[in-house]
């Protein structure tokens, strides 16, 4: 014993090598009562004094910079077709699903599609939109790590036999990940997916957060930009659940990245219609929900759709409070009655029943249009009114009382719409 422990001051203690093969791993420092604690690092003083240096989207409103971005969706919803037509957008510089882009290197970590599926998509994709297939190929290196073991999960380590022990960590795919990034020093990383690089559990927070800090840290010059596609439940891709979280698992694979998008499929019996929509986006505005279509061979394009022509002939879209209270009032007028219900399974809600006409507003999902009932309600542009069904049930609907600019309280300076009554006027 030390002359310091004997006189009761602080002390370390130190495990020496078992050599049981049974023996439990003991770590280097055990603390004990009396013992000193072991050394604390404190974090650096922010000097927000100075002036930051701005990032710049890799993606305009889609992929921030030196951040993850979380890809979700169910399997064959469109996330490799997405990534590898972003690749090749970020590889040349060019826009990408009407976003601009920056211009630079591309890592693509495919640890889900062997080579040969790949080439076919990237070789459909470049004859689609005109690239150059080689000067793609100059900034876009994409590696087969279908055979590669993951980034993150349970191994055998320590030194000896006799302290070896089994732990969650990096593994030996993620060393070979990062030797990659500092040759290529790409602009974006995108890995291809979870299902292949992570094998932690999804429900545990602390697995998560080490998972998606490995992929923050593997440059140690810089933090990267990378897009990591995962994979939703089926029920939530095809839009049958409520709420629009567009993940599974631990609530860290939203708090743990700083941009987040995902699939959803809208199936009605044959039809389809596959939407990308944004579940988070830290450093500025959220892209409004990108309605896409699938063409040759499943590469991705975004539908057009052109704004309403108004009197004067411009194509200045109304707003979308005028457009909602005059498809009301005109289904009204034909006793064609919108429930004002806000559950979202409401099959005669507002969504569902005008979501499919052509003068809808463009980026008005389910959440938006029940907020956008809610504060026309608020402001009395619209009434809830009970009426008795043919089956003498009682329900509820929604009934336009003022048209969309017109003071509260008076009778709009418009006509009114058929169906709708004035204020003052007695029933």
């Known amino acids: 014993m030390t002359e310091e422990a004997k006189k009761g001051g602080p002390q370390l203690v130190y495990s020496?090598?078992?050599?049981?093969?049974?023996?439990?791993?003991?770590?280097?420092?055990?603390?004990?009562?009396?013992?000193?604690?072991?050394?604390?690092?404190?974090?650096?003083?922010?000097?927000?004094?100075?002036?930051?240096?701005?990032?710049?989207?890799?993606?305009?409103?889609?992929?921030?910079?030196?951040?993850?971005?979380?890809?979700?969706?169910?399997?064959?919803?469109?996330?490799?077709?997405f990534t590898l037509q972003a690749s090749c957008a970020v590889s040349l510089g060019v826009p990408f699903m009407g976003c601009q882009t920056l211009k630079g290197p591309v890592l693509y970590w495919s640890a889900e599609d062997p080579e040969d599926r790949v080439t076919w998509r990237l070789q459909d994709i470049c004859r689609l939109h005109g690239y150059d297939l080689d000067e793609v190929h100059q900034n876009l290196h994409i590696f087969d790590a279908t055979e590669f073991?993951?980034?993150?999960?349970?191994?055998?380590?320590?030194?000896?036999e006799g302290s070896s022990y089994r732990a969650l960590g990096e593994m030996p795919g993620y060393g070979?990940?990062?030797?990659?990034?500092?040759?290529?020093?790409?602009?974006?990383?995108?890995?291809?997916?979870?299902?292949d690089t992570y094998e932690g559990n999804d429900l545990v927070r602390q697995q998560v957060?080490?998972?998606?800090?490995?992929?923050?840290?593997?440059?140690?010059?810089?933090?990267?930009?990378?897009?990591?596609?995962?994979?939703?439940?089926?029920?939530?891709?095809?839009?049958?659940?409520?709420?629009?979280?567009?993940?599974?698992?631990?609530?860290?694979?939203?708090?743990?990245?700083r941009s987040r998008l995902y699939f959803e499929v809208d199936k009605k019996g044959a039809a389809e219609r596959l939407f990308l929509k944004g579940g988070k986006f830290q450093d500025g505005p959220m892209s409004a929900p990108l309605e896409l279509q699938r063409g040759e061979g499943?590469?991705?394009?975004?539908?057009?759709?052109?704004?309403?022509?108004?009197?004067?002939?411009?194509?200045?879209?109304?707003?979308?409070e005028q457009v909602v209270l005059e498809l009301i009032a005109e289904h009204y007028a034909k006793e064609f009655y919108v429930s004002s219900s806000f559950s979202t399974n409401t099959p005669d809600g507002v969504y569902e029943s005008f979501r499919d006409l052509p003068n809808w507003p463009y980026g008005i999902e389910r959440k938006q249009?029940?907020?956008?009932?809610?504060?026309?309600?608020?402001?009395?542009?619209v009434e809830e009114e009970v009426y008795s069904t043919k089956n003498r049930n009682k329900k509820s609907r929604w009934k336009v009382i003022r048209m969309w600019g017109a003071p509260?309280?008076?009778?709009?300076?418009?006509?009114?719409?058929?169906?709708?009554t004035d204020e003052s006027e007695e029933e």
């Open 176 to 195: 070979a990940y990062r030797k990659l990034v500092k040759q290529i020093d790409p602009l974006l990383c995108i890995v291809d997916g979870t299902g």
């Open 408 to 420: 509260f309280g008076r009778p709009s300076d418009t006509p009114p719409m058929p169906g709708m």
């Open 149 to 160: 073991d993951g980034f993150y999960g349970e191994m055998q380590r320590g030194g000896s």
């Open 369 to 381: 249009s029940t907020a956008l009932m809610r504060e026309l309600l608020r402001t009395g542009y």
């Open 209 to 257: 957060k080490a998972f998606i800090r490995l992929l923050l840290r593997v440059n140690k010059n810089r933090r990267v930009a990378t897009v990591l596609t995962t994979h939703t439940d089926r029920s939530h891709s095809r839009g049958n659940r409520t709420g629009d979280d567009g993940y599974v698992g631990s609530a860290q694979w939203h708090n743990g990245v």
């Open 298 to 320: 499943g590469v991705l394009f975004p539908v057009r759709q052109q704004a309403p022509q108004m009197p004067d002939g411009t194509a200045v879209p109304p707003a979308p």
């Open 16 to 81: 020496a090598p078992q050599d049981a093969p049974t023996a439990s791993f003991v770590p280097p420092w055990v603390p004990m009562p009396g013992n000193a604690s072991p050394p604390v690092a404190l974090p650096p003083r922010i000097d927000f004094r100075k002036t930051p240096q701005r990032r710049t989207d890799i993606v305009k409103g889609l992929i921030p910079d030196a951040d993850v971005t979380l890809l979700g969706g169910h399997g064959g919803a469109g996330k490799g077709f």
